[in-house]
């Protein structure tokens, strides 16, 4: 797809440096000011970050912004892309939201920084170096291929940074959102080593969590297996919408799983939220429980892509009225999650490659 073109928001700010921040607003303020970690030998700004959040950097980023560099990568709550309609809730599984990417001369080296301490917020420390060996492996590493936008104006109502790649969208709003996890739909995936992955996916960073889920099918008796296993066409995987109480699904009913099979299934969630910062996976499970928790899901898994054709299913899918994790590993890892308490949540993605 083409990239987006942002357009001002509002009101010009003029830069401001990180070293400048700190020095005009004193200590205190500053420890909640900035977050993520930091080359060494940047010891102060590193010290003081160690406790902020992500919301927080983007206000900062935000002010750092030039009148061009708002022109470009800044929009309305409400942008309407042209094609692509509400462009704050759109997905795909390879696209940049704006043209510029972050290790450019677009970006001063501190808004790199920020941008970094963002993107390091947003999930878990042990998660780091993961996420950076699958961005070394679809894009050629951390910032050379991905672009950000903001919608809103940060610290003063809603706002929303999303960043955006080839196997990677991810949002930060400071519950701005209503009623969703994860600021809306992402997408996370990898490559490994080949397009094409061995059925056991040496290389790929999150194909433990198939592993895992698989762990559960292998505990299902015959008549639980035939009915968690599909053997119609799955969906395309962008299909993630929403289908409500009374939506027709695929699997087998939570409800109808036995204690330790539940139990299990209860760890394959964990693992799935295990990346991401608390803030995100507190959300998640405030937005299950609101649909009527993991009881109301349904757990399939999809006879077609099994690579290798081992029965160990590259392809599963944990859906409920307003909750959707669809893992599609063939013939890599894409994953594509929507979550929300209502189902009256819309959804606006797009894909056509299997990049």
């Known amino acids: 797809m083409n990239p987006h073109i942002g357009q001002n928001p509002g009101p010009v700010r003029q830069p401001v440096n990180r070293r400048q921040f700190l020095s005009t607003t004193g200590k205190g303020a500053a420890v909640g000011a900035l977050a993520g970690l930091l080359p060494a030998g ?21 002010d750092s912004l030039t009148p061009l560099q708002q022109k470009e990568i800044c929009f309305d709550w409400n942008h309407q892309h ?25 970006y001063t080296a501190d808004q790199q920084q920020m941008i970094r301490d963002i993107f390091q917020g947003m999930i878990k420390p042990d998660w780091h170096a993961r996420f950076d060996a699958q ?11 991905q672009s950000i936008a903001i919608f809103g104006t940060p610290g003063t109502g809603k706002f929303q940074f999303l960043i955006t790649c080839r196997h990677l969208t991810l949002r930060c709003d400071g519950d701005s959102e209503d009623h969703v996890a994860f600021g809306g739909p992402i997408v996370y995936g990898h490559e490994g080593l080949d397009h094409y992955e061995s059925p056991r996916h040496e290389s790929n960073v999150f194909w433990h969590q198939a592993r895992e889920a698989n762990e559960v099918f292998a505990m299902l008796d015959g008549k639980q297996r035939k009915q968690a296993l599909v053997t119609q066409v799955m969906p395309r995987e962008e299909r993630v919408d929403f289908k409500g109480q009374k939506g027709d699904f695929h699997g087998i009913p939570v409800s109808e799983l036995s204690g330790d099979q539940r139990e299990k299934l209860d760890d394959v969630l ?77 959804l606006n993605s797009y894909s056509e490659s299997v990049l």
């Open 82 to 106: 042209a094609t692509d309609g509400l462009l704050r809730t759109y997905i795909d599984n390879a696209w940049k939201v704006t043209p510029h990417k972050i290790l450019s001369d677009f």
């Open 270 to 346: 964990n693992s799935l939220l295990a990346p991401f910062r608390q803030r995100d996976v507190d959300e998640t499970r405030k937005c299950l429980r609101a649909q009527g928790g993991l009881e109301k899901c349904h757990l399939a898994f999809y006879k077609q892509g099994d690579i290798g054709g081992d029965g160990v299913w590259d392809n599963w899918r944990l859906e409920g009225p307003s909750f959707v994790w669809y893992f599609r590993g063939k013939p890599h890892v894409h994953v594509w999650v929507n979550i929300a308490d209502s189902p009256n949540v819309a």
């Open 42 to 62: 940047d010891t102060l700004y590193a010290a003081e970050a160690k406790l902020s959040k992500s919301e927080t950097v983007v206000k900062h980023l935000y």
């Open 135 to 145: 961005l070394k492996d679809d894009i050629g590493g951390w910032g050379t291929n």
